[in-house]
């Protein structure tokens, strides 16, 4: 049996919209890295971006690489209106490197039936409307479990 | 019990529940007016006697209308409002905003508030309200996902309880066929129909660990309710449904819960209305073994599991076993949950159901009346803050 592989909604009509904020979000996710903000004053991460750290109110950021996560949460949605033939794996990351950050996406590429909680994904970038780019997450590439180690130290970019 | 009993709900009041875009061309004002005038007749009031209207959801009317004063005070004639204001979020205030009507009354700004919700979903329905919603800056990290309604949404939470403490499949059935079971003797109900195991297991899956059936109905219609002071109250019509406790809000570990999905463990696989739940029974001076029937806030099946540990019926975690052991059936349940059927059998209307069936259980004229009931819960959300809970009692 052949089971349809997971995507994403149709590229071309997934449309996102930015403040000043989480421009700088996106904006790597154009250059294909995927990076959370944390706090220069403390160190705390938080997700989506806003304007100030809820943990000691700095509005001063740096904006942190980060590479694979592991599997918090997912769901398998089929049956959308008009898409029938879509599966779609979305699914809530988390990453060592990023302690309480949780970012919402896709996995893709893959049969629904392999994804389990606690699996490692890898961002990769896909394009969307008004030439911007979406992360979203691919199975490791070998068949491996979730056994495999993780990247432990963030890399920092400056600001 | 040491809640302050100081205001009671007077009346309820429906229009009939119809399908999805059914009720048109009937438009939301004109239900919600229909559902108010219902309220003052069976109150015993005159319409022109409401000076108070406590909204929640901000006062919207369902998906993308809204609700406003001047308008219902110009089109039922209602002479002078001296006050007018609603919880903020969504449909997590339903219950609370009776909270909202107590602050105005005890601050003597009003003496009969009106709480109202009208929904009509032949523009927009609730099942993909989170993808039509209008694109902003933090939406934007959650839309591309495909998760487009509410209980896509709250599938991934489900899914995390599984994992945490093996909920299975089974305690999710057993929510939905029990609230059906509650539903089948009821006239207004919009499924009448038993519901079998087979038919569970059988149905589609929409946003897998969640099949059709765990998702609540798709209605079209209104509810309002009537508070007013215990002393007025009682000189109206029916029995007051005192108001023994009521509180909404939340934490932050919770916050725009399943719109941002930053919760950590064991937020995440939770309702967020633990702390609601702890200010509840502090203000009502009761705990949940005090509480005689639970109408608990059913959008989808296992936030009515994670509800009932968060209110205390149960141990974190410990809600499938509860439910599949058969605890909260009518018959045979030792807390029986949702005896109107809900909004996953009886009808959807952001939570106004479940208050109207607390009060009748008060009152004691319930269709599926639990015998003896002294407090009656009833529950808003889960959902974005705030949540809320409210306990009803008898006048003592």
């Given at each position: 049996m052949t089971t349809p592989l997971s995507s994403t909604l149709p590229t071309g009509g997934i449309r996102i919209t930015t403040d000043a904020a989480t421009e700088p979000y996106w904006q790597a996710a154009k250059a294909r890295r995927l990076v959370a903000p944390r706090c220069t004053a403390c160190g705390a991460f938080r997700f989506p971006p806003g304007p100030f750290c809820p943990e000691c109110r700095s509005q001063d950021v740096d904006w942190v690489n980060i590479s694979a996560g592991t599997v918090f949460s997912f769901s398998i949605v089929r049956h959308l209106p008009g898409m029938k033939d879509l599966v779609l794996v979305p699914v809530v990351v988390e990453f060592p490197e990023a302690p309480g950050v949780h970012i919402v996406s896709n996995i893709i590429d893959i049969d629904p039936d392999d994804v389990h909680i606690g699996m490692i994904v890898e961002p990769d970038f896909v394009d969307i409307a008004d030439n911007w780019k979406l992360p979203v997450f691919r199975g490791p590439r070998a068949a491996c479990d979730s056994t495999d180690q993780l990247p432990a130290v963030p890399e920092k970019e400056s600001t | 019990?040491?809640?302050?009993?100081?205001?009671?709900?007077?009346?309820?009041?429906?229009?009939?529940?119809?399908?999805?875009?059914?009720?048109?061309?009937?438009?939301?004002?004109?239900?919600?007016?229909?559902?108010?005038?219902?309220?003052?007749?069976?109150?015993?009031?005159?319409?022109?006697?409401?000076?108070?209207?406590?909204?929640?959801?901000?006062?919207?009317?369902?998906?993308?209308?809204?609700?406003?004063?001047?308008?219902?005070?110009?089109?039922?004639?209602?002479?002078?409002?001296?006050?007018?204001?609603?919880?903020?979020?969504?449909?997590?205030?339903?219950?609370?905003?009776?909270?909202?009507?107590?602050?105005?009354?005890?601050?003597?700004?009003?003496?009969?508030?009106?709480?109202?919700?009208?929904?009509?979903?032949?523009?927009?329905?609730?099942?993909?309200?989170?993808?039509?919603?209008?694109?902003?800056?933090?939406?934007?990290?959650?839309?591309?996902?495909?998760?487009?309604?509410?209980?896509?949404?709250?599938?991934?939470?489900?899914?995390?309880?599984?994992?945490?403490?093996?909920?299975?499949?089974?305690?999710?059935?057993?929510?939905?066929?029990?609230?059906?079971?509650?539903?089948?003797?009821?006239?207004?109900?919009?499924?009448?129909?038993?519901?079998?195991?087979?038919?569970?297991?059988?149905?589609?899956?929409?946003?897998?660990?969640?099949c059709l059936f765990d998702f609540c109905l798709e209605t079209d219609g209104a509810v309002a309710v009537i508070t007013a002071g215990l002393d007025r109250a009682r000189d109206l019509r029916h029995p007051p449904a005192t108001v023994v406790a009521c509180a909404h809000g939340g934490r932050r570990e919770w916050g725009r819960a399943f719109a941002w999905y930053g919760m950590s463990d064991p937020h995440f696989a939770s309702s967020g209305h633990a702390p609601v739940a702890e200010h509840l029974y502090r203000r009502a001076g009761v705990g949940p073994a005090d509480i005689d029937v639970a109408l608990i806030y059913d959008h989808f099946t296992p936030m009515v599991i994670m509800q009932l540990e968060d209110y205390g019926f149960c141990p974190r975690g410990e809600g499938g076993p509860f439910v599949e052991s058969g605890a909260i059936r009518y018959e045979g349940g030792t807390l029986p949950v949702n005896t109107h059927g809900g909004q996953l059998s009886e009808a959807y209307i952001i939570g106004m159901t479940h208050i109207v069936e607390a009060v009748e259980q008060i009152r004691g004229n319930a269709i599926n009346q639990v015998p003896g009931t002294e407090l009656a819960l009833a529950t808003g959300g889960p959902a974005a803050l705030p949540v809320s809970g409210l306990i009803l009692g008898r006048d003592r």
């Open positions: - | 019990m040491s809640g302050p009993d100081d205001v009671a709900i007077v009346g309820v009041g429906a229009t009939p529940y119809y399908f999805r875009g059914e009720s048109y061309p009937q438009t939301i004002t004109e239900l919600a007016c229909k559902a108010i005038l219902a309220a003052c007749d069976d109150a015993g009031i005159d319409v022109t006697q409401l000076d108070g209207f406590a909204y929640y959801s901000g006062a919207s009317a369902g998906y993308g209308e809204t609700m406003d004063t001047a308008t219902f005070m110009e089109i039922l004639g209602i002479p002078e409002v001296t006050f007018s204001a609603a919880l903020t979020s969504g449909g997590g205030g339903s219950a609370g905003a009776i909270g909202l009507a107590r602050a105005a009354i005890i601050a003597g700004d009003a003496t009969h508030v009106v709480t109202v919700m009208s929904l009509q979903q032949r523009k927009q329905r609730l099942g993909t309200v989170f993808g039509a919603a209008t694109l902003n800056p933090q939406n934007s990290f959650l839309m591309p996902s495909g998760l487009i309604g509410p209980g896509h949404l709250m599938s991934v939470l489900a899914r995390r309880h599984m994992h945490l403490y093996g909920t299975r499949r089974e305690a999710f059935a057993e929510v939905a066929i029990s609230t059906r079971h509650n539903a089948l003797n009821r006239p207004k109900a919009q499924k009448r129909t038993p519901l079998t195991p087979e038919d569970y297991f059988g149905a589609r899956m929409i946003a897998d660990p969640l």
